[in-house]
């Protein structure tokens, strides 16, 4: 059986932005797993319109996926 263990390399906050949201700041955290790949997870705290941005970006993938058309 593999070892997928894994270790906390790097966490924070950063901004970013996108055309479809505006502006929104992220907390990230970097894991580095024994073979070496590593996971970047981004989050947003629940109930705060960086939180409401990423529900919206995540719509317009969504839609993006099964042909329908985007908000505006």
Request: glycine fraction near 8%; aromatic fraction near 6%.
């Amino acid at each position: 059986m593999k070892d997928f263990s894994q270790e906390l390399v790097m966490y924070g906050r950063m901004g970013i932005r996108r055309p479809a949201v505006g502006s929104l700041t992220l907390e990230y955290e970097v894991l580095r797993f024994s073979d070496g790949r590593r996971l970047t997870i981004y989050q947003a705290s629940p109930g705060t319109p960086d939180h409401d941005a990423m529900t919206l970006l995540s719509m317009t993938a969504a839609a993006d996926r099964d042909g329908e058309p985007r908000p505006r």
